[in-house]
């Protein structure tokens, strides 16, 4: 309850008070008569209240009890011996008296290494066993002899406690252990010095220690690696070698917080561990922990230091020293550079994988930097060069926020995220040797497109096209992945990829892998994304222009006739001329049906925005009416006559280049439907005479003709209004004649 919770807030305040009061008093050997006795007396009431409260406590002796000890470890790093030798004098009379008070509650699953699969009351949870085994195993190297002392004879009472619990578990099988206390170190201290005895005693609790404990200890044993110490810097780097180095320790479980906590630690206190020893046993700890869980490590590290301080750097020199590590950080460091997901936007780096994108590539500019990388980092070359451009894509797209997080350390460096994502290409690309292809992307002006949403397309294209210079066994895996990469849809570089890979369509070497683009085509025809399947379509053009895959492209025919149906003219005005290249590969009876399947689709196109689109879908529609024989040319018929006033009107489009192309599209639909009129008045351009000889040829298709007419009068294009107008006709008066070719009644107004 919440009265409970201020009660023992406020009752370890008044502890810490009492514990101050008393431990700050003057040293034992400066008091004298009645002062001694009464300083005796002060401890011994001090100790038995401390274990009143546990009592007290009831069921929640254990809880209580760790409170206490969570108030009395601080005091046990004070410099000043007396106040440390009392705080360790408490813990062993608390130690002590634990294993003689039997109704304290402890759940089974205490002092084992392996966690038992149970739900664990957190009443009874010994969650401190970690942090006071390794406090007191330190204090056991202190330079006070009577610290020492205390430590040691805590620990001894806390192994009886831990091995008296686990009796009460006959599965455990510690028969005789209790007895081998009788002959512990604890009783012959002299024997050993300080840092082999702790070293001692440490050992004989691993293997009552979980992971959380083990963990607890790291964290502790690498803060107490900074000089100067009151503790053993050896004894520090000894637990930290030990328990990393163990196999029962996996801190790497799902939203385990135990990998990050150490490699923070490791970075925060790094900048003050002095002695070769601990810095050689942080250098161990990160090897290890690197081998065991390098997407943690990595991941870890990249949120300490976005910016890859010094600090940072020096770290990851240290994982970088041995060759096989130096392959598992390059690839995760290159998995978090390609997670630029938006769909988180959190502005902590723990929770943004942007920021994290980030900051994977400043450090891979920073590794870049070091020569001695190199062999490494051309193991993985064309999947680094790629994810290294669309995180200069990714980076003309952040928020000013982003950039602002990422960067506020490092302003005064004048390289914004951008700037060095392209430096790490330029040095990427020198450092395989491509020093001529870094040259001649400058010429171009490719770096500095690419630093600029407006050119960044372009700037690609020039990267693109310098890399298709390089030898085929690159160029074919560069190909390979972006194939692949683009197997599966993702927002925030689909585009890049796209782009350096139709650019690639132009290797003429590349045979084999060009197949593995037409696989991919189908999906970003349909894409949403603005631009994909005008890009797609230009691609697959590029295919049909070479001999070698023209035929293949066929495959795609119905992806590309849907694009005939969609809003977007520039997807329409590639299609089109695809189209027409796919039509004349094709063979059989497969020419004229597919010439009757675009026939009713080409017909909405003709009053296209687009001039472009006008003119290559009428004269693809007159191609087509050539192509369809047999029994489609019936059907065929039906769409010929339909076209015939769309076709009769733009020969008054205000581009010249489709009034030409409806003027000879009239012509074949006249021979088409062997109408020589027909022929002989398009073949002269004679407009009013076709309208009228339109509707002398076929009266009952004045109502068709009236419908599609009407869609004219909103025509963007004022003479195509005036000659709908002309060819519908003016509502005539009473008694007066129709006009020439009007589809208004004879008799009667309107």
Same mark, same amino acid.
């Given at each position: 309850? @919440?009265?409970?919770?201020?009660?023992?807030?406020?009752?370890?305040?008044?502890?810490?008070?009492?514990?101050?009061?008393?431990?700050?008093?003057?040293?034992?050997?400066?008091?004298?008569?009645?002062?001694?006795?009464?300083?005796?007396?002060?401890?011994?009431? &001090?100790?038995?209240?401390?274990?009143? =409260?546990?009592? !007290?406590?009831?069921?929640?002796?254990?809880?209580?009890?760790?409170?206490?000890?969570?108030?009395?470890?601080?005091?046990?790093?004070?410099?000043?011996?007396?106040?440390?030798?009392?705080?360790?004098?408490?813990?062993?009379?608390?130690?002590?008296?634990?294993?003689?008070?039997?109704?304290?509650?402890?759940?089974?699953?205490?002092?084992?290494?392996?966690?038992?699969?149970?739900?664990?009351?957190?009443?009874?949870?010994?969650?401190?066993?970690?942090?006071?085994?390794?406090?007191?195993?330190?204090?056991?190297?202190?330079?006070?002899?009577?610290?020492?002392?205390?430590?040691?004879?805590?620990?001894?009472?806390?192994?009886?406690?831990?091995?008296?619990?686990?009796?009460?578990?006959?599965?455990?099988?510690?028969?005789?252990?209790?007895?081998?206390?009788?002959?512990?170190?604890?009783?012959?201290?002299?024997?050993?010095?300080?840092?082999?005895?702790?070293?001692?005693?440490?050992?004989?609790?691993?293997?009552?220690?979980?992971?959380?404990?083990?963990?607890?200890?790291?964290?502790?044993?690498?803060?107490?690696?900074?000089?100067?110490?009151?503790?053993?810097?050896?004894?520090?780097?000894?637990?930290?070698?030990?328990?990393?180095?163990?196999?029962?320790?996996?801190?790497?479980?799902?939203?385990?917080?135990?990998?990050?906590?150490?490699?923070?630690?490791?970075?925060?206190?790094?900048?003050?561990?002095?002695?070769?020893?601990?810095?050689?046993?942080?250098?161990?700890?990160?090897?290890?922990?690197?081998?065991?869980?390098?997407?943690?490590?990595?991941?870890?590290?990249?949120?300490?230091?976005?910016?890859?301080? @010094?600090?940072?750097?020096?770290?990851?020199?240290?994982?970088?020293?041995?060759?096989?590590? %130096?392959?598992?950080?390059? @690839?995760?460091?290159?998995?978090?550079?390609?997670?630029?997901?938006?769909?988180?936007?959190?502005?902590?780096?723990?929770?943004?994988?942007?920021?994290?994108?980030?900051?994977?590539?400043?450090?891979?500019?920073?590794?870049?930097?070091?020569?001695?990388?190199?062999?490494?980092?051309?193991?993985?070359?064309?999947?680094?060069?790629?994810?290294?451009?669309?995180?200069?894509?990714?980076?003309?797209?952040?928020?000013?926020?982003?950039?602002?997080?990422?960067?506020?350390?490092?302003?005064?460096?004048?390289?914004?995220?951008?700037?060095?994502?392209?430096?790490?290409? @330029?040095?990427?690309?020198?450092?395989?040797?491509?020093?001529?292809?870094?040259?001649?992307?400058?010429?171009?002006?490719?770096?500095?497109?690419?630093?600029?949403?407006?050119?960044?397309?372009?700037? %690609?294209?020039?990267?693109?096209?310098?890399?298709?210079?390089?030898?085929?066994?690159?160029?074919?895996?560069?190909?390979?992945?972006?194939?692949?990469?683009?197997?599966?849809?993702?927002?925030?570089?689909?585009?890049?990829?796209? %782009?350096?890979?139709?650019?690639?369509?132009?290797?003429?070497?590349?045979?084999?892998?060009?197949?593995?683009?037409?696989?991919?085509?189908?999906?970003?025809?349909?894409?949403?994304?603005?631009? &994909?399947?005008?890009?797609?379509?230009?691609?697959?053009?590029?295919?049909?222009?070479?001999?070698?895959?023209?035929?293949?492209?066929?495959?795609?025919?119905?992806?590309?006739?849907?694009?005939?149906?969609?809003?977007?003219?520039?997807?329409?005005?590639?299609?089109?001329?695809?189209?027409?290249?796919?039509?004349?590969?094709?063979?059989?009876?497969?020419?004229?049906?597919?010439?009757?399947?675009?026939?009713?689709?080409?017909?909405?196109?003709?009053?296209?925005?687009?001039?472009?689109?006008?003119?290559?879908?009428?004269?693809?529609?007159?191609?087509?009416?050539?192509? %369809?024989?047999?029994?489609?040319?019936?059907?065929?018929?039906?769409?010929?006559?339909?076209?015939?006033?769309?076709? =009769?009107?733009?020969?008054?489009?205000?581009?010249?280049?489709?009034?030409?192309?409806?003027?000879?599209?009239?012509?074949?639909?006249?021979?088409?439907?062997?109408?020589?009129?027909?022929?002989?008045?398009?073949?002269?351009?004679?407009?009013?005479?076709?309208?009228?000889?339109?509707?002398?040829?076929?009266? !009952?298709?004045?109502?068709?003709?009236?419908?599609?007419?009407?869609?004219?009068?909103?025509?963007?294009?004022?003479?195509?209004?005036?000659?709908?107008?002309?060819?519908?006709?003016?509502?005539?008066?009473?008694?007066?004649?129709?006009?020439?070719?009007?589809?208004?009644?004879?008799?009667?107004?309107?």
């Amino acid at each position: 309850s @919440r009265a409970r919770l201020l009660l023992q807030e406020k009752k370890s305040s008044l502890l810490h008070v009492c514990f101050c009061s008393v431990f700050y008093l003057p040293p034992q050997e400066d008091t004298q008569g009645p002062e001694a006795s009464l300083y005796s007396k002060t401890l011994a009431t &001090m100790d038995s209240m401390l274990q009143t =409260l546990v009592r !007290s406590a009831g069921t929640l002796g254990i809880l209580e009890l760790q409170n206490i000890l969570q108030l009395l470890l601080p005091f046990t790093n004070f410099q000043l011996a007396a106040v440390q030798e009392r705080a360790l004098a408490r813990i062993a009379s608390l130690a002590n008296f634990i294993t003689t008070y039997p109704l304290l509650q402890v759940c089974p699953c205490f002092a084992q290494a392996t966690v038992l699969r149970h739900q664990c009351c957190r009443t009874h949870q010994f969650t401190m066993l970690g942090r006071l085994v390794g406090h007191l195993s330190l204090c056991c190297t202190c330079k006070d002899k009577g610290s020492r002392n205390e430590a040691a004879e805590a620990l001894h009472h806390l192994h009886t406690f831990i091995l008296q619990q686990r009796s009460r578990w006959p599965w455990l099988h510690d028969t005789g252990q209790l007895q081998l206390q009788e002959g512990w170190q604890t009783r012959q201290p002299w024997q050993l010095s300080p840092t082999s005895y702790a070293s001692k005693i440490f050992l004989m609790f691993m293997k009552y220690l979980q992971p959380s404990d083990q963990a607890d200890i790291i964290l502790m044993a690498i803060k107490s690696l900074r000089a100067p110490n009151a503790y053993s810097i050896s004894m520090a780097a000894y637990m930290v070698d030990v328990l990393v180095a163990d196999p029962a320790f996996q801190p790497g479980q799902a939203s385990s917080p135990w990998v990050p906590n150490i490699v923070w630690a490791i970075y925060r206190n790094l900048p003050s561990v002095k002695a070769v020893v601990a810095l050689n046993s942080l250098d161990r700890a990160l090897l290890v922990l690197l081998g065991k869980h390098p997407r943690e490590v990595v991941s870890s590290l990249l949120q300490c230091s976005p910016t890859c301080t @010094r600090v940072a750097m020096a770290m990851w020199k240290v994982m970088l020293s041995e060759p096989q590590a %130096v392959e598992k950080v390059l @690839r995760e460091l290159l998995s978090m550079l390609m997670n630029q997901s938006l769909r988180k936007t959190s502005t902590s780096t723990k929770d943004n994988p942007r920021i994290l994108s980030l900051a994977a590539a400043r450090t891979i500019r920073e590794i870049l930097l070091q020569p001695t990388f190199l062999r490494e980092v051309e193991v993985i070359f064309p999947q680094l060069f790629l994810a290294l451009l669309f995180q200069v894509s990714f980076t003309t797209e952040l928020t000013l926020q982003e950039v602002h997080i990422f960067w506020r350390k490092y302003q005064q460096d004048l390289l914004t995220p951008i700037r060095s994502a392209v430096q790490s290409m @330029r040095l990427l690309l020198g450092g395989m040797g491509f020093e001529s292809q870094v040259l001649a992307i400058e010429a171009q002006g490719g770096w500095d497109a690419l630093l600029s949403t407006q050119t960044h397309l372009m700037g %690609v294209r020039v990267v693109a096209r310098e890399m298709m210079k390089t030898p085929r066994p690159l160029r074919s895996t560069i190909f390979c992945h972006l194939a692949e990469l683009l197997s599966v849809e993702d927002p925030t570089w689909e585009m890049i990829a796209m %782009v350096f890979l139709i650019e690639m369509l132009g290797c003429t070497d590349l045979n084999e892998e060009l197949d593995r683009a037409l696989e991919i085509f189908p999906i970003y025809l349909q894409s949403q994304c603005l631009g &994909m399947p005008s890009l797609v379509l230009r691609g697959i053009l590029r295919l049909i222009e070479m001999p070698d895959t023209a035929r293949k492209t066929l495959v795609l025919l119905p992806y590309v006739m849907e694009q005939l149906q969609g809003a977007d003219s520039d997807a329409s005005a590639v299609a089109l001329p695809v189209l027409s290249n796919m039509l004349r590969l094709l063979e059989g009876r497969m020419p004229s049906l597919t010439a009757l399947a675009l026939a009713d689709k080409l017909q909405p196109l003709f009053n296209d925005d687009s001039e472009t689109v006008r003119e290559l879908s009428i004269r693809l529609f007159q191609n087509a009416m050539g192509l %369809v024989v047999g029994a489609e040319k019936k059907k065929m018929k039906k769409e010929v006559w339909d076209s015939l006033l769309p076709l =009769l009107f733009h020969l008054h489009d205000q581009d010249k280049r489709v009034a030409k192309a409806s003027q000879e599209a009239l012509c074949s639909a006249g021979r088409f439907l062997k109408w020589r009129q027909l022929v002989q008045l398009a073949e002269t351009a004679q407009a009013w005479r076709i309208s009228e000889c339109l509707l002398a040829r076929n009266r !009952s298709r004045a109502k068709d003709y009236l419908h599609q007419s009407q869609s004219y009068l909103q025509s963007p294009q004022e003479p195509l209004r005036r000659e709908a107008v002309r060819f519908i006709g003016e509502p005539r008066a009473p008694g007066s004649l129709p006009l020439p070719g009007s589809l208004w009644p004879s008799t009667g107004p309107v």
